[in-house]
Structure formats: structure tokens, C-alpha cells
């Protein structure tokens, strides 16, 4: 086995295999409010959360390369809570690998060596790869913008030239992530095979084997197991929902939005006889308006009629008055 393959077939089952226990740690440290993220950067925490070499990498890169993915004190606390699950992890994918793929005894405390020698390694390593590869994209940025700034160029339209910007500088980008993830695969590779060196070849046949590496996974009282895990899970399911309301975001004092009444259920009933009432106030004050209708209609037919009796009247006087000094002589006294 080549020491590219045998770094890979330890490193990605042991990722996979740590990562849903570290995961669990690490929401609830986020649920207690001592995890803050960037959200762009979220990505980059989890790859260094999912290797179980990045534990010192992880404070050599935030100290010296002055890069935050995040802050609050329970990055440090989660990283260093990884190590034992690291330890766990490697020490189940390498004897797995040992006896499954390479037929040679695991050594005692295979995955305490394991860990020590990838943590070293990851401590060297990926610190340099963090520089290598971001002053590559810088590079290949670069470059591809000044090739976009020519002449026969400034004519591309705005989205073809951002296409192809992130095209090019992003292939090359990816180019050197592989070329640098293959080279620390075979260095973990290397570190591996300095462990076989020292490993006795394994005597049982091919069937005790895999019922060796079998029980590696599954032990022999699966009960108890089940229970360990059921125990862990309700523990820190009960410790997640005690936490999380110290992460939910509440109301400052003086910002506090106005109480809201809650609307009561609607009720048919009631609406109903809400309703009639309502057709009944409005049949009854009808009616007493049609009736002050009419009532004003005979007061103003009574009063026209009065009216026109004492204009008669009037007339009648005023036609009877002149008569008798029309019978007098003029100059009469």
C-alpha cells in the first residue's frame, strides 16, 4: 500500500468517525454563547474541527497568521475536548486498517502514538498550507486581473468577466489545495508506515480477523453500549434545551416592543347574536326615525295650514278698513 493510500484509508474514516461526537460539543458550547462564528467562515471551522490533526494548527494559525474564524472561550475549550475523541477515533480506523488491510497486529496504544505524530505533523504542516495556498490565490488573482485589464479585454461585459475571473483564479486555487492535500497525505502516510515497522504479522486466519476488527465496532455486550450511547445523547439533549435560551436573542430594556393582545378565538354564536342585536338596534332606530318623519310632516302640514288661516285673515282686515272714510266728503273733519 502506497503511503498516500494508507494515510487516507486511516485519516478520512477517523474524520467521519470523530466528527458527529465533536459536532455535539460543539452546539452545545454554541447554545451556551461561548461559540460566535463568521458566517462566511463557517466552512473553514468545520474542516479544522473535522481533522483530527488541527488541534494545535488551530491556535498556531489564530497566534501567528492573525486570522479569526470566530471568537469566545469555547473554541479552545472544544479543540481541547476533541483530543480524547481524536485518540478514540484513530486508535479504532488504525487497528481496524491493521489488521483488515495490512494483516499485522496493532500495537498497544496505537491511537495515543497515531495521534501524537499527526498532531505534530498538523502543527508543521497546515500552517504552511494555510500560507501556501492563500498567497497562491493571491497570485493567481492578481495575475488574472491584470490579463483582464488588457486592452483587447475591457470590452467584456461586467457578469462574462466576473465569470471568468472566479473561474481562473478558482482552478488554480484548487489545483494547489490538491497538490498540497496529496502531500500531507502522504506524509501521514510516512508516519504510519513507522509504525508497522515495529508491528508483528498477524497469525489468525481471514475470518478471525474480521471478527477481531468487527469487535472493535460493535463490542460484545452491545447492551451496554446502547445504554452508554442513550445515556450521552439524553444528557446532552437535556443540557442543549437548559442552555439554549442564553444564545436566543432577547429585547434590550429600554427597546421593548409594545404588548400585543391576543385576539380571542372567534365564536359563531356570538357573532350571530352580535349580529341580530345589531339588526334589531338598527330596526327599532329606524322605525323611531320614520315615525319623527312623519310627525314632522304633519307639523309642517298643521302650520302651513295656520299660516295660510292668519294671512286670510289679514287680507280680509286690510280690504275692510279704508271703507269708511271713503264715505266722508273731502275736507271733512
Known amino acids: 500500500m502506497s503511503s498516500f493510500k494508507l494515510g487516507l484509508s486511516i ?3 477517523a474524520c467521519w468517525t470523530a466528527l458527529p461526537i465533536k459536532m455535539a460539543f460543539a452546539m452545545l458550547f454554541m447554545a451556551m454563547g461561548t461559540i460566535h462564528l463568521e458566517t462566511k467562515l463557517g466552512i473553514t471551522f468545520l474542516m479544522l474541527l473535522m481533522s483530527p490533526v488541527s488541534v494545535f494548527a488551530f491556535f498556531l494559525i489564530t497566534l501567528f497568521t492573525g486570522f479569526h474564524f470566530g471568537e469566545g472561550t469555547g473554541l479552545p475549550l472544544l479543540f481541547l475536548v476533541s483530543i480524547p475523541i481524536d485518540m478514540w477515533a484513530l ?5 481496524t486498517v491493521f ?5 499485522l497486529e496493532p500495537p498497544d496504544s496505537l491511537g495515543v502514538g497515531l495521534w501524537v505524530r499527526f498532531a505534530f505533523a498538523g502543527a508543521l504542516y497546515l500552517p504552511l498550507l494555510w500560507v501556501i495556498e492563500g498567497g497562491a490565490t493571491d497570485v493567481a488573482r492578481s495575475i488574472t486581473k491584470s490579463i483582464l485589464d488588457m486592452d483587447m479585454l475591457k470590452g467584456m461585459p461586467v457578469a462574462e468577466r466576473i465569470g471568468l475571473e472566479f473561474t481562473a483564479w478558482g482552478s488554480v486555487s484548487l ?7 496529496y502531500v500531507g497525505l502522504t506524509i501521514l502516510g510516512k508516519l504510519v508506515e513507522g509504525r508497522t515497522a515495529s508491528a508483528q504479522p498477524a497469525s489468525d486466519t481471514y475470518q478471525e480477523l474480521i471478527w477481531r476488527w468487527d469487535m472493535f465496532r460493535v463490542p460484545t ?3 451496554l453500549m446502547l445504554t452508554a450511547f442513550t445515556g450521552a445523547g439524553a444528557v446532552m439533549s437535556v443540557l442543549f434545551w437548559m442552555v439554549l435560551p442564553v444564545s436566543t436573542p432577547h429585547p434590550h430594556e429600554c427597546c421593548k416592543p409594545p404588548a400585543v393582545t391576543v385576539a380571542p378565538p372567534f365564536d359563531p354564536q356570538k357573532s350571530l347574536a352580535k349580529g341580530e342585536k345589531t339588526f334589531k338596534d338598527a330596526e327599532v332606530k329606524i322605525a323611531a326615525l320614520e315615525q319623527k318623519t312623519a310627525e314632522d310632516e304633519k307639523e309642517k302640514q298643521k302650520g302651513g295650514k295656520e299660516k295660510a288661516g292668519v294671512k286670510d285673515g289679514a287680507t280680509k282686515n286690510e280690504a275692510k278698513a279704508p271703507q269708511p272714510a271713503a264715505g266722508k266728503p273731502a275736507g271733512s273733519k
Request: positive net charge.
Open 11 to 13: 485519516l478520512w474514516p
Open 175 to 181: 489545483l494547489v489545495l490538491l497538490a498540497l492535500t
Open 99 to 103: 489488521l483488515e488491510r495490512l494483516r
Open 91 to 95: 486508535g479504532l480506523v488504525a487497528r
Open 221 to 223: 455486550d452491545q447492551s
